[in-house]
């Protein structure tokens, strides 16, 4: 456990109030505050003040702030004192410093700051040099001096430029940069004198030459001057930087020629700030009071300065002149440290008498150190303990300066906060870091936005100019055409010109001549004009003479031409009406004569004929049957002309239309008559008829007469070709009517006769709308169906034989199989034997086998081939049974035998 004592026994507060026995540190105490510094004024605290706040009320500002800085170890320390502990121990929380005696045992210092060898430059400004800048800013004169041996770092704390790394700038350059942003140069200047001091002799660094600067001091205010020495006005930074430059320069240079060290002088940079304020002024009334009331603006200059310090190295010059100085050079050169090492140990003994005259640097800093001014103090020591003598007294000199009444030695140990240490020491690392990244940062952003000017500017320049070589493309291109317009209107002109006069000149030859032409016909106009008007008068003379005496006889002949107009207009409405009533009466005396056979047959049919057996027989019956009418309508035929009759179907008369299809529709019966009808259009007016009217009887009769037409084969395709299969279709889809629906089958089934029709039939919804017909269920359209499908099925059986088609039935894809199976043991014979022929023909062909017995023909051949009462049918059948594998399959695996 070290031993400590409090010097003087008086603990001191970092706090602690100005008085009560504490005497202020200043070389001239008793100084009255400048004119120029407002006593108003007030002072800007900074959070990193040395000290406590400042203590204006009575005029007197604070004590010397003092900070210790340990320079970090060097390379040669690193190696020399490898195995060595530093000779200090570093206590930056507490603000304090253990000075090693031994082993185990150490003095412990407090100071206003401890900064470590890792306190950055920043920081070590902001908490030393920033108050008193902002101090002097504000109108009062500021010291900032660094105290310390040799190589510990005085002037890297003051001097550094930050050349190769900002975060290195020291506090003279950070402190003209606070200043350059505060004041403003339009009514502020700054003029700054830099200096060396050595053995007692001023010399101006920024002009060498000037080598014996006297100093002058005013006797009434106490400000200090220097006349003789250069004052540079300072207008941006790097106009300082350059001057530092400068200086330094100068001095390295005088110290050459003078064969000394650096060390051993003191460089001084003096600061000097003028400020333009806006005072006050107070006006004394009558009665001695001074009036608050009326404050006139009165211009003022507040002149304050900055001394920066950096002193000669402390330690001692050996009297034995071992560094080749004499004695009295050794004393010269060591006078001005150790005068203000006197003067500061007056203050601290609180004597009466400070030495401040006792060597130039306290006479220069008798105005700017302590008193009114702000003054800081750094002492910069080494880690070596090889100087452990030399960094003892330093500290020692300034724990003087710190007024050492106060001081404090504390004598016992304390268990620190390693952890708060090293956040500190990392702290100051970032903000190194930080500060050095910023400038870069900066730097960075300026030259990218230099480069962006250009690029932008360059981008700008080409566009400009693509820009004006398009407008000038266009300007030409635009010229180019109109004077290819110009050109093009001109050569037009001149041919338009050419040509209205060839015009002119053609036509001018054409119309005389035809103008002499019909002035010719003119001429024969007249004459022959003239000619008729003497005829005409002729004739007048004539007919005044005739015309009396047969007056009226004249309308007599009018009346008896009309009468006879009419007659002849009665005559042919009555051969009309003659005509319709003659074909009525044959239309009766057949209608009689097929109702009378009907009757006989003991059946009611229609008094149409159709064939509802087989074609051929059907004819044979109609002419049998006709023969007695025969003459009757041949007869109208021949009186009345068929071609008169076929223009009666499209008669407006609708009793007319309807006997002139009944009476076309009984020729069409005929045979004889057939082709005839259709050679004089007979069929295209039928076919008209069910296209136009929709009269049901019209259609009705039309297609019963289709149907009797429909019976040759060539008319049969006539009837396709015209569209014939689709009128048919929509007519039987639309009648309601048995015996229309019995006649559109009765066509249908005799167009499924024909063998080249098979095909157009199917895909013109021919076989569908057979089919369609069997709806209405009555006997006789069930009949024609049947018949249809024989028809049909007997031309599909023939082709299939000949090789022309093959194939499933297309009654079979129709779908037909089902009503023919349905249908096939019909109870009316003519159904029966059709549908019975229909599947014989069916089933000759294998293809048609398979849908056939799935779907029950296949019965129906069985009973066909034991029940049919024809014979030719039963044997077809048979044979057909036994013909095909698939039946006989069928009929083995049901056991049936065959
Ligand atoms: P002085 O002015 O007290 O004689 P210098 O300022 O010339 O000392 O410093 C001596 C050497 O130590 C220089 O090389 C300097 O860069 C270095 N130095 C001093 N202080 C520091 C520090 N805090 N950190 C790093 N290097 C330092
Ligand atoms: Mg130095």
């Not at 000075?99 to 070590?124: C, G, I, P």
């Not at 200090?224 to 100068?250: C, K, M, W, Y």
Request: aromatic fraction near 4%.
């Amino acid at each position: 456990m070290s031993s400590g004592a409090c010097r003087n026994g008086n603990h001191r507060t970092a706090t602690r109030p100005h008085g009560s026995g504490f005497r202020p540190s200043s070389f001239k105490p008793r100084l009255p505050p400048s004119p120029s510094h407002g006593p108003g004024d007030v002072r800007r605290s900074s959070p990193a003040s040395l000290g406590g706040p400042f203590k204006d009320s009575d005029g007197v500002p604070g004590r010397v702030r003092v900070a210790v800085r340990l320079r970090p170890r060097n390379s040669e320390e690193l190696v020399a004192d490898a195995d060595f502990a530093d000779c200090v121990e570093l206590q930056p929380e507490v603000k304090r410093l253990k000075l090693r005696k031994n082993n185990w045992d150490a003095d412990t210092y407090e100071f206003d700051e401890v900064l470590t060898e890792y306190a950055s430059q920043k920081r070590v400004y902001e908490v030393v040099a920033k108050p008193v800048v902002e101090s002097v800013l504000d109108g009062y004169n500021g010291t900032v001096m660094t105290y310390g041996q040799t190589g510990t770092g005085k002037t890297f704390t003051l001097g550094r430029l930050g050349d190769e790394d900002t975060a290195d700038r020291g506090i003279m350059v950070r402190a003209m940069e606070d200043i350059l942003a505060d004041v403003d140069l339009g009514s502020d200047s700054i003029t700054v004198s830099y200096l060396q001091l050595y053995m007692e002799t001023i010399q101006d660094l920024l002009d060498p030459i000037n080598d014996n600067i006297s100093i002058v001091e005013d006797p009434k205010t106490g400000d200090v001057s220097l006349p003789g020495a250069t004052l540079v006005d300072i207008r941006d930074q790097q106009n300082f930087l350059e001057l530092l430059r400068l200086g330094e320069a100068h001095r390295i240079a005088a110290n050459t020629k003078l064969n000394t060290e650096s060390s051993r002088s003191h460089a001084i940079l003096m600061v000097h700030v003028k400020r333009s304020v806006a005072g006050e002024g107070a006006f004394s009334t009558e009665n001695g009071n001074t009036s608050h009331l009326i404050k006139p603006l009165r211009p003022l200059v507040r002149k304050s300065k900055l001394v920066v310090v950096d002193l000669a190295g402390s330690e001692r010059i050996h009297k034995s002149g071992s560094e080749g100085h004499t004695l009295e050079e050794a004393k010269s050169i060591n006078l001005s440290l150790s005068a203000l090492g006197k003067c500061i140990n007056a203050l601290a003994e609180n004597s009466a008498h400070v030495p401040v005259r006792d060597s130039k640097l306290t006479r220069l800093l008798k105005d700017s150190f302590g008193g009114t001014a702000r003054t800081s103090l750094i002492v910069t020591i080494g880690p070596s303990p090889r100087h452990r003598g030399e960094t003892s007294s330093t500290i020692l000199f300034g724990q003087r300066a710190m007024k050492v009444e106060n001081m404090l030695k504390i004598k016992e140990e304390f268990d620190y906060k390693s952890l708060s240490r090293k956040l500190e020491i990392q702290l100051d690392k970032l903000i190194a870091e930080n500060e050095r990244l910023q400038k870069s940062f900066e730097g960075e952003i300026e030259r990218i936005n230099v480069e962006s000017q250009s690029q932008i500017s360059e981008v700008e320049r080409n566009f400009a100019e693509a820009l004006e070589k398009e407008k000038l493309k266009c300007q030409m291109e635009y010229m180019k055409s109109v004077k290819e317009l110009e050109e093009k209107m001109v050569s037009n002109q001149t041919r338009n010109h050419r040509d209205v006069k060839r015009i002119n000149e053609g036509i001018g030859a054409s119309i005389s001549s035809e103008v002499s032409e019909i002035r010719m016909l003119l001429n024969t106009e007249i004459a022959r004009r003239k000619a008729a008007e003497d005829e005409i008068n002729i004739l007048g003379s004539q007919l005044a003479q005739y015309r009396h005496p047969e007056a009226d006889g004249d309308t007599e002949i009018y009346r008896l031409r009309k009468n006879l107009e009419e007659e002849i207009r009665q005559k042919r409405k009555y051969e009309e009406e003659a005509i319709v009533l003659r074909s009525q009466l044959v239309q009766m005396n057949i209608e009689a004569d097929q109702t009378r056979r009907c009757l006989e047959r003991g059946d009611l049919g229609d008094a149409f004929s159709l064939n509802t057996r087989v074609d051929q027989s059907r004819n044979m019956q109609l002419r049998e049957n006709g023969n007695g009418q025969k003459p009757s309508i041949a007869a109208l035929s021949e009186q009345v002309g068929l071609h008169k009759i076929l223009t009666l179907l499209e008669s407006e008369d609708a009793t007319i239309r309807i006997h002139a299809v009944k009476v076309v529709a009984n020729l069409a019966a005929e045979e004889v008559n057939q082709a005839k009808i259709v050679e004089a259009g007979g069929l295209t007016s039928l076919l008209m008829l069910l296209r136009r009217y929709e009269d049901e009887m019209v259609r009705r009769v039309a297609a019963g007469a289709i149907a009797n037409l429909a019976m040759n084969e060539v008319n049969q395709e006539l009837i396709m070709v015209q569209g014939g299969i689709g009128l048919l279709s929509v007519t039987a889809a639309n009648a309601e009517d048995p015996q229309t629906l019995r006649m559109v089958a009765g066509a249908i089934a005799n167009l499924c006769g024909n063998d080249k029709l098979q095909m157009k039939l199917r895909t013109e919804g021919g076989i569908k709308a057979l089919l369609g017909t069997v709806r209405c269920g009555h006997p006789d359209v069930l009949s024609q169906v049947a018949r249809g499908i024989a028809n049909f099925a007997k031309c599909e059986s023939r082709l299939a034989s000949q090789g022309i088609r093959s194939g499933r039935s297309l009654l079979i894809e129709e779908g037909a199989l089902p009503w023919i199976v349905h249908n096939a043991n019909d109870e009316s014979a003519p159904i029966r034997r059709h549908i019975e022929l229909a599947l014989c023909h069916l089933a000759q062909h294998e293809v048609n086998a398979k849908d056939m017995v799935t779907g029950g023909a296949l019965w129906e051949l069985v009973r066909i081939s034991r029940d049919c009462t024809r014979e030719d049918i039963r044997n077809l059948a048979r044979k057909t049974l036994s013909s095909s594998p698939t039946f006989r399959a069928e009929l083995r695996r049901l056991r049936v035998d065959y």
